[in-house]
């Protein structure tokens, strides 16, 4: 059965501080997808990733995909308030998709 | 081309009435998936429908859910007497038809929001 977890649950960071979101997960799978959810509001996408030592960048946000490992990262550059929310990975296992327990994050000014 | 639609978009029902939730997959698409969300979780797969069939229910609860996707219109999702544990956040994707199975991209739509009172 495919797991995936996700650490740490909560993150609570200053701004212009550098983190990383871990997603670890149990059995192979081609597509790791990472998600933005606001509080009361529905999913964003935010990457795609589809091969090994994949990495994808969207502003102050890179993900990256080590298939072997069977992890992925999110990376945050030089937070600020705005990318306070949940962040999912989600991992594409045989007809669905087995999301992660998401990262609750906190960028304090 | 709209996104996946969902109605309503909040849902209040009182213990022991019964909750319809539809889903409109983009244009295009037939197929389509039912995750919940409970509070401070994450989103958890219940069923994956094509049209006319249910392909997988692995995730759905085996009483008073139950969900269709017919021939014409959208898919729903029906819990019968509803009890305050099934109050979450109940989202819809949809895929295109895709030769393969494995990892088509899902698309996912609002969410209907439903509180058990």
């Known amino acids: 059965e495919l797991k995936v977890e996700q650490n740490p649950l909560f993150l609570s960071m200053q701004e212009g501080k550098n983190y990383t979101i871990y997603c670890n997960y149990s059995t192979t799978s081609d597509r790791l997808y990472w998600y933005r959810q606001d509080p009361g509001k529905s999913l964003e996408s935010l990457f795609v990733l589809l091969s090994n030592g994949a990495v994808k960048q969207e502003g102050r946000l890179m993900a990256s995909l080590d298939t072997k490992a069977r992890l992925s990262t999110l990376h945050i550059t030089a937070a600020v308030h705005d990318l306070s929310a949940t962040y999912f990975c989600?991992?594409?296992?045989?007809?669905?998709?087995?999301f992660g327990t998401g990262t609750r994050l906190k960028v304090l000014a | 081309n709209a996104g996946v639609m969902q109605n309503p978009r909040h849902l209040v029902r009182r213990r022991g009435q019964e909750a319809r939730l539809r889903c409109s997959p983009m244009?295009?698409?037939?197929?389509v998936y039912w995750y919940r969300q409970l509070p401070e979780e994450g989103l958890k797969f219940m069923v994956y429908?094509?049209?006319?069939?249910?392909?997988?229910e692995s995730g759905m609860p085996k009483e008073r859910f139950s969900a269709e996707f017919p021939k014409e219109g959208p898919s729903i999702l029906r819990i019968q007497q509803v009890v305050r544990g099934d109050s979450a956040a109940y989202f819809c994707?949809?895929?295109?038809?895709?030769?393969?199975?494995?990892?088509?991209?899902?698309?996912f739509g609002p969410g209907t929001r439903l509180l058990v009172l």
């Open positions: 994707a949809s895929s295109p038809l895709l030769t393969e199975t494995r990892g088509e991209t899902q698309y």
């Open positions: 244009k295009g698409h037939s197929h």
């Open positions: 429908l094509q049209k006319e069939n249910i392909i997988d």
């Open positions: 989600a991992v594409a296992g045989t007809y669905k998709y087995i």
